[in-house]
């Protein structure tokens, strides 16, 4: 690849990486909003074309009332209503198609033109799978909450946004390794010592997402509004009822948020060390920057969770608090591909 083929490749990632960004967004906006069982059918194509007048707006409605989320839970609701709810898991699986669109045409061209080399080619075919597999997701997500429960299941939940994760950091990842490398290699013998912490970090973060989403998927953020203690108690009562006794950190609500929380908890902990550690370490000031910054975002990102709880899940503070796990990912990315990839190890 030549400096302008890396430019336009590494831009490509970049818009990926944007355009995931805002749709796990628009995502967390549709949980909140109970809009993802607005759509109970999936069409790639005449899928995109929304209602276009009254009585196509009316057959939706029907539809829709044809699922147990309108028998049990929304039964009278108008179609004014349902319009709004529909309008999130519209825009929600529109933005999926913008996103299939735009890495499939820019893909034709670079690969007409020649390029990719062989690496990044193999690099590609992989977000091509990751992502079928997450639209092939979403819609298994969807279909668990058709059924007789109205309510996705919170393990597809989980999954469906992990594997958003994993193709965000997979586009950013490939995006900053398309850069000349216009740092100095140094040595130092920490380094090896910042990888395990900053991977240890890593591990402990993608627990915290996961029992975030059980959080949301399960709706116990509506419990326990109060922080330190859970509604005056540190160790929630009557929330450990369900056996096997280990069912309850993933099925029972009450002990799913004690978990986010004592996860989310040890997590800020763990980046105060992490940062510590690179603080008293002989590496590039660089780096000790950027530690500094992710623990700056994990610690805003408590904070966030804190409020989320404490306001009930306001709609726009939860909707951050989501956003703000891409930008921890981001900064995190953003540290451990320099000490990776720019840096030698002794």
């Known amino acids: 690849m030549n400096s302008f083929e890396r430019k336009a490749v590494r ?3 970049w818009s990926g990486a944007i355009l995931i960004f805002i749709m796990v967004v628009v995502g967390g906006i549709t949980r909140l909003t109970d809009s993802g069982l607005s759509m109970s059918d999936w069409s790639l194509i005449m899928g995109a074309i929304p209602p276009m007048n009254e009585a196509e707006w009316l057959a939706a409605f029907e539809r829709y009332k044809e699922f147990p ?7 009278g609701m108008s179609l004014a209503e349902f319009k709004t709810i529909f309008f999130w898991e519209y825009i929600h699986r529109l933005l999926g198609r913008v996103i299939g669109l735009v890495f499939l045409i820019p893909f034709a061209f670079f690969w007409i033109r020649g390029y990719f080399n062989s690496k990044t080619l193999r690099r590609v075919w992989v977000l091509f799978g990751l992502g079928a597999l997450q639209g092939a997701m979403g819609w298994i997500m969807v279909k668990s909450g058709l059924v007789d429960v109205p309510y996705v299941s919170h393990y597809r939940l989980a999954i469906h946004l992990l594997l958003a994760m994993l193709l965000f950091s997979f586009c950013i990842w490939y995006a900053l390794d398309l850069y000349e490398n216009e740092s100095s290699a140094k040595t130092s013998p920490d380094l090896p010592s910042l990888r395990r912490w900053s991977i240890g970090l890593l591990i402990l973060f993608i627990a915290q997402v996961v029992w975030g989403a059980f959080t949301a998927g399960l709706d116990a953020g509506y419990i326990y509004n109060t922080f330190p203690t859970m509604n005056g108690d540190w160790v929630p009562q009557g929330t450990w009822t369900l056996q ?28 105060i060390g992490f940062w510590w550690k690179n603080k008293n370490s002989s590496i590039d000031d660089l780096l000790k920057q950027k530690a500094r910054i ?12 804190i409020l989320t709880v404490i306001t ?8 951050v608090h989501q956003a703000g796990a891409l930008a921890v990912l981001f900064f995190w990315i953003w540290y451990h591909h320099d000490i990776k990839s720019n840096w030698v190890n002794v």
């Open 11 to 13: 831009t490509w990632f």
């Open 69 to 75: 989320q309108y028998q049990q839970l929304n039964a």
């Open 244 to 271: 096997p006794v280990l069912a309850n950190f993933v099925e029972h609500p009450g002990t799913v948020q004690w978990t986010h929380r004592i996860l989310g908890t040890l997590l800020g902990i763990a980046t």
């Open 294 to 305: 992710l623990l700056g975002m994990m610690l805003t990102q408590y904070v966030l969770g």
């Open 312 to 319: 009930h899940v306001q709609l726009l503070i939860g909707v």
